[in-house]
Structures are given as C-alpha cells and as structure tokens.
C-alpha cells in the first residue's frame, strides 16, 4: 500500500497542550477574530477525547481476552468477536488521528491498522518471541513496518487458514497474541493520555489563524478522510490513485481474511463517525444529537452568507448519497471490487468520497480564511 505522508506544520501544537506556539490571530470574512470556544469545547470533551476513551475500553477487553487464550483455546471465538468489536471502535477516531508515533510519521490509525499484512516480518517476529516492547522499539527504529502488526497482523492469524492454531506451532501464535493485543492497548494509552492533557489548551486556541484550534480540527478532517477512508478503504482496492487509475488491489483492504462483509462495516462506521461529528452527536451510540454546536451549525454561522446555503446542502447531498450505496450492503469490499459491478459501485462510492474532500479543501478552508497544512502525495485533490 502507498505510503501517506503527513506534514503537519502546527497540529500538535493545536491538539496536545504545547504551549510554545506564537500564534497570529487572522479574522472571519465577518470580521470575527475567535470562534465562540463553546464549540471547541463541545467537540474536544464530548466527541473527541470519549472517542479515544471508548476505544481504549475496547481494546483493553481483547488484551483480556488475548491473556487467556493460550491457557483456554475454546475462547478464540470470543477473542474474534472482541476484535470486531475493538476494529469497528478505532473508526470512531479515525477523522481524530493525528502523528504520534515514530517521530511522528504515524497517527493511531496508521500504526494500528495498516492493511495488507506484511506475513514475512509478523512470522518473523512470532517465532524470535519478540515481546510488546520489542515490537515498540523496532517500530520506532523503522525497522518493523505497522502492517506487521495490529490489526493486520490479528486478521492474518485468526482468519487466515495458512495459520495453524493446533499443536505445539499453534501455541507459538497463541503465545503471540497478547504480544500484539499489549501493544495496541500500550499505543492507545499514549495517544489518550496526550489527549486528556490537551483540552483546556484546545479550547483557548480559539482564533482563525494556522494554528488555532478550528484549522487544526479542519486539517485533521481533511487529511484522515482522504488516506484513510476515501483511499485506503476504497481507492486503492478497486485501483484508483489520486487522478490515477491502476489495477485492482482487493487484497488491500481492510479485514482481507475475514471477509463475510467487515470491511464494508468498518467503511460505514468510518463515515458514520465523521457524520455524527459533523452533526452534532456526542460520542455513544444512544447520545442524544447536540445540534446548536455542531460542526455544521458552526460552517453555518461562520461561513460567508453566498456560500453557506451551497456548502450546506453539498454536504447533507454526498451523506444522502453515501447512505444509498452503503446501508444495505452487506458484500465484503474484496469481494466487491473482484467483479465489474462490484467495481462500478465502488466507483460511485470514492466520487462521493472525493466530493467530501473538494467541499472541506476547497470551499471551506477557503470561504473561512483557513489554510491547509499537509500534503498526502497524491494529485488532483
């Protein structure tokens, strides 16, 4: 899979409470020089930091599970269960992720689910016995790609049948799974933690400058729909590439040897999550819809008057669409992108993804006075 390389020139400064950045205040079209902190707050302490919360509780359940599962083998159909369930959470945070690990290359996401597994490093590592720490430090170092672990490394060995789990070479793998669970929990903690700490400097980070919390939160937006749900969900599968089209990768995707329709469901609850954001929703699936300070009321308020109504209706228009091609899907995107009708509703699928890119890149940035801070390698965005 194509790497995607971030450049982010202030967003920890933004999202984790460094308190050495000089910001220069910019003003609104209306001449507005902040945006009401009530919004940022609404978002950091009610959809952000629960998000990561929630998965964190997620994933410490598979790390349980993973813990027995050399003294009780039986329980591998929980521990499968757990993984779908941990795998589907991570998207709540998916649009959140920013770089943290490995000199900050990799956000959550990247270094916990890069998809296709690298087999050679992960056989690698389960038979040196490599402990979480191991795996952390060869990480930093380079020399471990992320795709070697995580939930990669997870799908490969619960679902693929090159993997025996019986006998004296099953316990080898049993063994390892802890190893993999543990570092996924450890990755986790950090980014929670740096978060947790960040929230009252996110909220007085209220102007519209390149370093105010609202940019921040935009570019983040922007940048995780583009690699990690428009591209790497959908782009790369059925063989398109920034203005490129290439051949089909359906080995790509996320989930592979699970099949029976999860890397569908981790699409959906992808861009389920940034709807509900965008909506309004606090995080939890029964969370009442907190509309006066959602990130639409907000392009509402602040958005010039000539291109609210437009923007506005671009938007409610794409999630229309994706709901139509989504809901009632149940084919696994593998499966999916092996057949020409398969492909061509992919297709339909990644313009609609791209539509989200070109309203928030192009319209929003610009009719709000932001600036785009990163670049992801690809042209024609």
């Given at each position: 899979?194509k790497?995607?390389?971030?450049?982010?020139?202030?967003?920890?400064?933004?999202?984790?409470?460094?308190?050495?950045?000089?910001?220069?205040?910019i003003?609104?079209?209306?001449?507005?020089s902040k945006?009401?902190?009530?919004?940022?707050?609404?978002?950091?302490?009610?959809?952000?930091l629960?998000?990561?919360?929630?998965?964190?509780?997620?994933?410490?359940r598979l790390?349980?599970?993973?813990?027995?599962?050399?003294?009780?083998p039986?329980k591998?159909?929980?521990?499968?269960?757990?993984?779908?369930?941990?795998?589907?959470s991570?998207?709540?945070?998916i649009?959140?992720?920013?770089?943290?690990?490995?000199?900050?290359?990799y956000?959550?996401y990247?270094?916990?689910?890069?998809?296709?597994?690298?087999?050679?490093?992960?056989e690698?590592?389960?038979?040196?016995?490599?402990?979480?720490e191991d795996l952390?430090?060869?990480?930093?170092?380079?020399v471990?790609?992320?795709?070697?672990?995580g939930?990669?490394?997870?799908?490969?060995l619960?679902?693929?049948?090159?993997?025996?789990?019986?006998?004296?070479?099953?316990r080898e793998?049993?063994?390892?799974?802890?190893?993999?669970?543990?570092?996924?929990?450890?990755?986790?903690?950090?980014?929670?933690?740096?978060y947790?700490k960040?929230?009252?400097?996110?909220?007085r980070n209220?102007?519209?400058?390149?370093?105010?919390?609202?940019?921040v939160v935009?570019?983040?937006l922007?940048?995780?729909?583009?690699a990690?749900?428009?591209?790497a969900?959908?782009g790369?599968?059925?063989?398109i590439?920034?203005?490129?089209?290439?051949?089909?990768?359906?080995?790509?995707?996320?989930?592979?040897?699970h099949?029976e329709g999860?890397s569908?469901r981790?699409?959906?609850?992808s861009?389920?999550?940034?709807?509900r954001?965008?909506?309004?929703?606090p995080?939890g699936?029964?969370s009442?819809?907190?509309?006066?300070?959602?990130?639409?009321?907000?392009?509402g308020?602040?958005?010039?008057?000539?291109?609210?109504?437009e923007?506005?209706q671009?938007?409610?228009?794409?999630?229309t669409?994706?709901?139509?091609?989504?809901?009632?899907?149940?084919?696994?995107l593998?499966?999916?992108?092996?057949?020409?009708?398969?492909?061509?509703?992919?297709?339909?699928v990644?313009?609609?993804?791209?539509?989200?890119?070109?309203?928030?890149?192009?319209?929003?940035?610009?009719?709000l006075g932001?600036t785009?801070?990163?670049s992801?390698?690809?042209?024609?965005?």
């Open positions: 899979m790497n995607y390389v971030l450049i982010f020139l202030f967003l920890l400064c933004g999202m984790v409470g460094v308190t050495s950045c000089v910001y220069t205040p003003k609104g079209y209306n001449g507005n945006i009401d902190p009530q919004y940022l707050d609404f978002w950091y302490r009610q959809q952000i629960p998000a990561y919360a929630g998965y964190l509780s997620q994933v410490k790390d349980e599970m993973a813990g027995e599962l050399e003294k009780y039986e591998l159909v929980e521990l499968k269960r757990q993984y779908e369930a941990a795998f589907l991570l998207q709540d945070l649009i959140f992720n920013q770089p943290y690990f490995v000199g900050e290359l956000g959550l990247a270094v916990s689910a890069r998809f296709p597994v690298n087999k050679t490093q992960l690698d590592a389960v038979w040196n016995r490599y402990s979480a952390s430090e060869r990480l930093d170092r380079g471990l790609s992320p795709n070697a672990l939930y990669a490394a997870l799908d490969y619960l679902y693929s049948d090159r993997v025996d789990l019986t006998g004296e070479t099953g793998y049993l063994s390892f799974f802890p190893v993999l669970t543990r570092l996924l929990v450890k990755q986790a903690e950090a980014v929670y933690t740096s947790e960040g929230g009252d400097n996110f909220v209220d102007d519209f400058s390149v370093g105010g919390s609202l940019n935009l570019n983040l922007m940048s995780n729909f583009e990690h749900i428009r591209t969900k959908v790369i599968p059925v063989g590439y920034g203005v490129s089209v290439h051949q089909p990768e359906p080995m790509t995707v996320e989930a592979y040897y099949g999860l569908t981790l699409l959906v609850r861009v389920q999550a940034f709807q954001f965008y909506d309004g929703y995080y699936a029964s009442a819809k907190n509309g006066a300070l959602s990130f639409a009321t907000m392009l308020e602040y958005l010039p008057p000539s291109k609210r109504t923007i506005l671009k938007m409610e228009q794409v999630f669409a994706l709901h139509a091609e989504l809901d009632d899907e149940t084919a696994d593998a499966r999916l992108a092996e057949t020409p009708e398969g492909t061509e509703k992919l297709k339909r990644y313009a609609e993804l791209q539509k989200v890119v070109g309203i928030l890149k192009t319209e929003v940035v610009s009719a932001l785009v801070t990163y992801d390698g690809e042209e024609g965005d």
